[in-house]
T-cell receptor
């Protein structure tokens, strides 16, 4: 399977713990996005990488959220000191090239439950 | 800021019925518009897109026309099938800065088609 892969698929954590999610994009895609999706809502943009550069991070939900893409391949999203409101599906997407209108390919997401 | 508004669901239809899912947007300029579909247990997939006014996107029997006068991009299908049961998301492409772009989604519309 050469699609976007996310790991883990499900994560249950206690409030206050840190969690880290991984995304492996399609190999030739230089653009990578993280989104959050809560129940009954559409995906909400969090952050964007072009290769290893994080070009947009102002929409990360708080300073507890951070993301990296150290070698321009896989990416990680970390949430520190999790809160119950962080419970959601976290989606990763990748796109090729630099221009507009290219298709974004989404992973199946990581579902986070904070108890 | 940019936003997308979709008709609220859920929508339940009988097989072979006509489908319309309304989508309107608010944006600066004329963004590209998309419909994504999410089948149960799967990631978001691009269904169709339109990149400029009066363009019609089509795929798998679904169509949507970019109407700048009404800022709309309604999704239609003449005869739905049980296999079309899914959540449908309308989205626009937002320019972050330079060549950086990302998608802004509506809240999604759940479609159930009964045999």
């Amino acid at each position: 399977d050469t699609g976007v892969s996310q790991d883990p698929r499900h994560k249950i954590t206690k409030r206050g713990q840190n969690v880290t999610f991984r995304c492996d994009p399609i190999s030739e895609h230089n653009r990578l996005y993280w989104y959050r999706q809560t129940l009954g809502q559409g995906p909400e943009f969090l952050t964007y990488f072009q290769n290893e550069a994080q070009l947009e991070k102002s929409r990360l939900l708080s300073d507890r959220f951070s993301a990296e893409r150290p070698k321009g391949s896989f990416s990680t999203l970390e949430i520190q000191r999790t809160e119950q409101g962080d419970s959601a599906m976290y989606l990763c997407a990748s796109r090729p090239g630099q221009g507009p209108n290219t298709e974004a390919f989404f992973g199946q997401g990581t579902r986070l439950t904070v108890v | 800021g940019n936003s997308v508004t979709q008709m609220e669901g859920p929508v339940t239809l009988s097989e072979e019925a006509f489908l319309t899912i309304n989508c309107t947007y608010t944006a600066t300029g004329y963004p590209s518009l998309f419909w994504y579909v999410q089948y149960p247990g799967e990631g978001l997939q691009l269904l169709l897109k339109a990149t400029k006014a009066d363009d019609k996107g089509s795929n798998k029997g679904f169509e949507a026309t970019y109407r700048k006068e009404t800022t709309s991009f309604h999704l239609e299908k003449g005869s739905v099938q049980v296999s079309d049961s899914a959540v449908y998301f309308c989205a626009l492409e937002e320019v972050l800065s330079g060549s950086a772009r990302q998608l802004t989604f509506g809240s999604g519309t759940q479609l159930t088609v009964l045999p």
